[in-house]
Antibody, heavy 118, light 107 residues
Framework: EVQLVESGGGLVEPGGSLRLSCAASGIPVNDYTMNWVRQAPGKGLEWVSSISSGGIFIYYADSVKGRFTVSRDNAKNSVFLQMNSLRADDTAVYYC???????????WGQGTLVTVSS | DIQLTQSPSSLSASVGDRVTITCRASQSINNYLHWYQQKPGKAPKLLIYAASTLQSGVPSRFSGSGSERDFTLTISSLQPDDFATYYCQQSYSTLRTFGQGTKVEVK
């Protein structure tokens, strides 16, 4: 069974940093493009970042470019999202998701809540 | 970035109703368009991919159609479990985007 589990969320002050993790079981994350998607309270889904299989291609939404960094650790079978210079509008539930054929996201984690507030 | 515009933003319907949600892209995305269902406090669930292919395990009352810029999600006979928010997403561009969502509520 494929399972994605996010962790690392919490309360952080504006300007602070957090590192989110997405641990996979049942699949080798290195074989897939992995996405980070967020959802602010009461709002819609927003794609944040993608890292391709092998980590060759990396993309970011304009709203996080220069502040967030996505990476993967094949030995830990995990994907990470390093978030720096956090702002109040980064407050959201962050999901990781696996992308398969046709570039569709078929498996999602349960999400981890990031709250940026003083 | 490719913008996706869903309509309506919300709708009220009854069990048994036929429900149609549309998604228009700001440019042609071929058929790189997917539909997700999300319930409160839960992760999104993939329903339809490549515009019209039903994801494994999804009931056949869900269907999708369209190509290029205009797409439709149809629920042929709304069931109690279908009251949720629905999102379209494009994966034509390396910068993925979602529509703003359509909330299907009880009439």
């Amino acid at each position: 069974e494929v399972q994605l589990v996010e962790s690392g969320g919490g309360l952080v002050e504006p300007g602070g940093s957090l590192r989110l993790s997405c641990a996979a079981s049942g699949i080798p994350v290195n074989d897939y493009t992995m996405n980070w998607v967020r959802q602010a309270p009461g709002k819609g889904l927003e794609w944040v970042s993608s890292i391709s299989s092998g980590g060759i291609f990396i993309y970011y939404a304009d709203s996080v470019k220069g502040r967030f960094t996505v990476s993967r650790d094949n030995a830990k079978n995990s994907v990470f999202l390093q978030m720096n210079s956090l702002r109040a509008d980064d407050t959201a539930v962050y999901y990781c998701a696996r992308e398969i054929g046709g570039n569709r996201s078929d498996q999602w984690g349960q999400g981890t809540l990031v709250t940026v507030s003083s | 970035d490719i913008q996706l515009t869903q309509s309506p933003s919300s709708l009220s319907a009854s069990v048994g109703d036929r429900v149609t949600i549309t998604c228009r892209a700001s440019q042609s995305i071929n058929n790189y368009l997917h539909w997700y269902q999300q319930k409160p406090g839960k992760a999104p669930k993939l329903l339809i991919y490549a515009a019209s292919t039903l994801q494994s395990g999804v009931p056949s009352r869900f269907s999708g159609s369209g190509s290029e810029r205009d797409f439709t999600l149809t629920i042929s006979s709304l069931q109690p479990d279908d009251f949720a928010t629905y999102y379209c997403q494009q994966s034509y561009s390396t910068l993925r985007t979602f529509g703003q969502g359509t909330k299907v509520e009880v009439k």
